[in-house]
Every structure is written in structure tokens, then in C-alpha cells.
């Protein structure tokens, strides 16, 4: 079975530093996705960046980048010079190649302090 | 851009009330999917069509949820009667058939059972 551990229930970082969020996943599928959103407090799911379990080099979309280290189960988003309207829920999702089901974390809520 | 579209935004219904959520996903995406996000949780998969089949619905609560997509297009998810503890977002998705590729979320229902 698939699962999704991000073992950082909150953070905090000042503004306009960069800031790593944790993102451990466990699977069986051979072919798989791992994908970050952000969660606002109004709720709607927003997606940031997207690894494929094929991509050699690692996912970047704009501020955000994902540390993506296979051997590990390791994929890990950083977010460089954080703003305030970074704080939000973030979420790590496990999708599956074979089906498009994504398994998510508990969530990291981050706060950026100005 | 194109949206998954969701109504209503918001709900409060009275226990033992039916309450029913839409969704109508972006044009040509064949798979589309029904999660549910308690507070302060990761969302989960309640259901999954491929147009207009079921293909997973192991975490729909059969006695009183109902989900269908009569024409392999839009979506209703049904809760009938409704208690306290469905109180949660309700999230529609969409994708290219059931995979990673185009996952799309709605901004979701949030429902209040009174």
C-alpha cells in the first residue's frame, strides 16, 4: 500500500528566506507521480510542482523546487525567498501510475513571519 | 484556463438531512474523482469513475453515500441522511484517464452538518 509521512505538522520561516518541507512517501508501484499543493484557508487545492518517478533531474516551477532522491523515498519541497502569502497547508500527495488515485500526507502548515 | 467546476461552495444541512454536491470536470478528462478532507486533514478518495463506471469506491460509506456520472461527464455525490461527523471539504478532481498527467482539483464544497 501506498503512504505519505510528512513528520513537520508546522513551520515557521522569515520572510524572503528559503525553507524546506519534508515529504517521505513508501510504494509498490513501479510507475508512480509525487506532487505538492498548497491549501489556503479557503480551502482550494493548488497545485505547485510535479515528479514523475522517471524524471532523472529534479522538478522546478518557478520558487518552488522538489528534492526528489529516489533511493530514499525522499521528495522534499523547497521554497526559495518565501512571501507572506506562502503561509498555507501543504501537502504531499502519492499518485498512482496505474490508477491516477493520490494518497496524501497529514499536511505541514507553514507560516511566514514578516 | 480551464476549471473543475463545484456547487455549491458552501452547505450547512441539519442531521438526518440529504445534502448533494456537482461537479463537472474539465472537457475530455475521462477519469474524475471524489475525496473528502476532514479538518486538519489530507484529503481522501471516496470514489473514482473512468466516464461513466465506478472504478474504486472502497471508502464511500455505501449506507448513506451515493456518487454517480450518468453520462460520463458531470457528477453528483449524495448523503443520505447526513450526521455530524460528514462535516468535511468535499474535493472533485479530474484527469486524463487515470493519469498523473492534468490532475485537476475544484475548490471544493465544504459542508456543516448541524
Known amino acids: 500500500a501506498q503512504k505519505i509521512t510528512q513528520t513537520q505538522p508546522g513551520m515557521f520561516v522569515q520572510e524572503k528566506e528559503a525553507v524546506t518541507l519534508d515529504c517521505t512517501y513508501d510504494t509498490s508501484d513501479q510507475s508512480y507521480g509525487l506532487f505538492w499543493y498548497k491549501q489556503p484557508s479557503s480551502g482550494e487545492m493548488i497545485f505547485l510542482i510535479y515528479q514523475g518517478s522517471y524524471d532523472e533531474q529534479n522538478a522546478t516551477e518557478g520558487r518552488y523546487s522538489l528534492n526528489f532522491q529516489k533511493a530514499r523515498k525522499s521528495a522534499n519541497l523547497v521554497i526559495s525567498a518565501s512571501q507572506l502569502g506562502d503561509s498555507a497547508m501543504y501537502f504531499c500527495?502519492?499518485?498512482?501510475?496505474?490508477?491516477?488515485?493520490?494518497?496524501f500526507g497529514q499536511g505541514t502548515t507553514l507560516q511566514v513571519k514578516p | 484556463e480551464a476549471e473543475v467546476a463545484q456547487s455549491p461552495r458552501y452547505k450547512i444541512t441539519e442531521k438526518s438531512q440529504a445534502v448533494a454536491f456537482w461537479c463537472d470536470p474539465i472537457s475530455g478528462h475521462a477519469t474524475l474523482y471524489w475525496y473528502r478532507q476532514i479538518l486538519g486533514q489530507g484529503p481522501e478518495l471516496l470514489v473514482q469513475f473512468q466516464d461513466e463506471s465506478v472504478v474504486d469506491d472502497s471508502q464511500l460509506p455505501k449506507d448513506r453515500f451515493s456518487a454517480e456520472r450518468l453520462k460520463g461527464v458531470d457528477s453528483t455525490l449524495k448523503i443520505q441522511p447526513a450526521e455530524l461527523g460528514d462535516s468535511a471539504m468535499y474535493l472533485c478532481?479530474?484527469?486524463?484517464?487515470?493519469?498523473?498527467?492534468?490532475?485537476?482539483f475544484g475548490s471544493g464544497t465544504r459542508l456543516t452538518v448541524v
Open positions: 500527495a502519492h499518485g498512482s501510475g496505474n490508477t491516477g488515485k493520490l494518497i
Open positions: 478532481a479530474s484527469s486524463f484517464s487515470g493519469a498523473n498527467y492534468g490532475y485537476t
